[in-house]
């Protein structure tokens, strides 16, 4: 059956209320909950198999510059950065040739390696906790886990986190809709990481280390502009910080209060093993990319929906994860699913290049915090709801020994 757009409900998913409780708009049986809706971008699709269905149709592409100059953006850092640094967003081509080159750079020893450098930066930020227990998860913890974790995986000494890591939060203005507003300040932000980054890179090709970024500077003293170019490789600085920072950054603040707000701090306690379920739970219940938009390629059908070709289309993870027809009781954070949410990471050739560095960090600030602490209580939370990134701007917390 094919579903006409008109018969479609208008639902805005950039809301606090969506992205706290997904079905209370939706609607909570697995019969009468909203498929797909008319949304700020696009038909908006929020079935868990619809959404992976999506992931895996090679006619249904991501974004690429294209979508930003067809809104009006000519020239200056935001198409640099669009084409030269965003491996999600640049052209296919870019794409396909860069991606197996920053992949060689989360190879399975730098990973491992970073676990141990992962568990130290924790150690540090935990430790600086204040004694009655009390802190913002996001701005006094997450933030400088995820940052200072990204830096050191590819190269960045920790000491120079400080000059750029208002900027790398800013990044995601990107993905913001409406886009223009958040423009002058996306601009400044990217100005900061990239003449940051031209230091960086200036740096390592004087003093290589192994990391990412002297991984970089090789393949184009081997293979010139042909395999990276110098704006690339300055540009990819930029984009791994943005795509390494904000994501953790909102998904570690928000296993912990997922975590506490269904009571589970004793039992992960008692049993480690139970961790890669709650982050695999926390990121279905408040996935930090709680969407992601596609372009059709061609003419086709989506559950029920025509589409046609240059349609923008919205993937809903939130509300995918929320399912009720693939997850039983959606909103409860249970660690003993058989049903696993699968497409937070993303799929195939897209698959996240950074998983592995963001389940490590999530694992391990978990896995620290039960060290210390014999219980945790959430208090005041506010979210920041709208773009492709989006999460807690504070969650206030309490710890206790
Ligand atoms: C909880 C944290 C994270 C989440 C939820 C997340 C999620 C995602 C998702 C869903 C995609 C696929 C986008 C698409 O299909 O269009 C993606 C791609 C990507 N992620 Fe992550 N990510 C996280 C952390 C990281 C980290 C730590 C890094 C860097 C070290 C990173 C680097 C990337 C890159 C470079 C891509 C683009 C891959 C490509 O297009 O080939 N991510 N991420």
């Known amino acids: 059956m094919t579903v006409l757009d008109e018969s479609l409900p208008e639902l805005d998913s950039h809301t606090v209320e969506f992205l706290e409780d997904p079905n209370q708009l939706l609607g909570r049986g697995p019969g009468d909950r909203i498929a797909v809706a008319r949304g700020r971008v696009g038909k908006e699709f929020f079935g868990y198999e619809t959404v992976g269905e999506i992931f895996r149709d090679d006619r249904l592409q991501p974004r690429s510059p294209q979508f930003y100059i ?20 640049t052209w296919p081509e870019n794409h396909d040739r860069l991606r197996p080159l920053l992949m060689k750079g989360f190879r399975p020893n730098r990973i491992k390696e970073a676990r141990e450098n992962i568990r130290g930066i924790v150690r540090g930020v935990v430790e600086a906790i204040p004694d009655d227990g009390q802190l913002d998860l996001v701005t006094e913890m997450s ?42 300040r996306l601009e400044t932000a990217l100005e900061t990481v990239r003449e940051y980054s031209e230091r960086i890179v200036e740096l390592r090709r004087t003093t290589p280390q192994a990391d990412l970024i002297s991984d970089l500077i090789a393949e184009r003293d081997r293979g010139g502009d042909e395999a990276i170019s110098e704006a690339e490789i300055v ?71 025509e589409l046609h070709e240059g349609d923008v289309i919205t993937m809903n993870m939130s ?9 039983t009781d959606p909103d409860v954070m249970r660690l003993d699913r058989e049903n696993r949410f699968d497409i937070g990471f993303g799929y195939g050739f897209r698959y996240c290049l950074g998983f592995a560095v963001a389940k490590a960090e999530l694992e391990i600030t978990l896995d620290e915090l039960l060290d210390r602490y014999s219980d945790v209580q959430i208090g005041d939370v506010a979210i920041e709801p709208t773009g492709v990134i989006a999460g807690p701007a504070h969650i206030h917390a309490t710890f206790s020994r």
């Open 143 to 184: 933030h400088h886990i995820s940052i200072r974790s990204i830096a050191t995986f590819i190269g960045i000494p920790v000491e120079d986190v400080p000059q750029f890591e208002h900027a790398t939060v800013e990044l995601r203005l990107l993905g913001q809709e409406p886009f223009w507003p958040g423009v002058p």
């Open 235 to 305: 540009w990819n600085v930029a984009g791994i910080l943005l795509a390494g920072h904000d994501t953790t950054r909102y998904q570690i603040a928000s296993l912990i209060r997922s975590v506490a707000d269904n009571n589970l701090w004793q039992e992960l306690r008692s049993d480690r093993s139970l961790i890669p379920a709650a982050v695999l739970e926390s990121q279905r219940l408040h996935p930090a990319t709680p969407r992601q938009v596609r372009v059709a390629h061609e003419d086709l059908t989506v559950d029920g929906v």
């Open 319 to 327: 509300g995918a994860g929320r399912d009720p027809a693939f997850f």
């Open 70 to 89: 067809d809104k009006g953006v000519e020239g200056g850092p935001i198409l640099d950065y669009l084409v030269d640094g965003n491996l999600s967003l």
